[in-house]
């Protein structure tokens, strides 16, 4: 069974930083060869895209609500992705979910969730006012 851990979630004050971590739970599977994305699903919310890199770390997209302000990279020797935020706001509260990519070496970063095959339990992140 293959899992993706998310890490780094907590309670913040508006204009604070998070860095959440998504890694492998075990040994069998690698997430170095594949695009990686963010998730978030706020109170009340349908899920919606945050960001994603590709397997390589070559590209990157980011939802419009959050650029310039987080930051998507991956180190795969250690297979993580990493997400930092900055300047996080109130409406950034939300489960945050990390997903692997159904396609290995993809060359771009897909954008709609069912193109992700794999998926964590989620790190809650809130941003108090």
């Known amino acids: 069974q293959v899992q993706l851990v998310e890490s780094g979630g907590g309670l913040v004050q508006a204009g604070g930083s998070l860095r959440l971590s998504c890694a492998t739970s075990?040994?069998?599977?690698?997430?170095?060869?594949?695009?990686v994305a963010w998730f978030r699903q706020g109170p009340g919310k349908e899920r919606e895209f945050v960001s994603a890199?590709?397997?390589?770390?070559?590209?990157?997209s980011y939802a419009e609500s959050v650029k310039g302000r987080f930051t998507i990279s991956r180190d795969n020797a250690k297979n993580t992705v990493y997400l930092q935020m900055n300047n996080l706001k109130p409406e950034d509260t939300a489960g945050y979910y990390c997903?692997?990519?159904?396609?290995?070496?993809?060359?771009?970063?897909?954008?709609?969730?069912?193109?992700?095959?794999?998926w964590g339990q989620g790190t809650q992140v809130t941003v108090s006012s």
């Open positions: 890199i590709t397997w390589n770390g070559g590209s990157t």
């Open positions: 997903a692997a990519d159904r396609l290995p070496l993809r060359p771009g970063v897909p954008g709609h969730d069912y193109e992700y095959a794999y």
């Open positions: 075990g040994r069998t599977f690698s997430i170095s060869g594949t695009a």
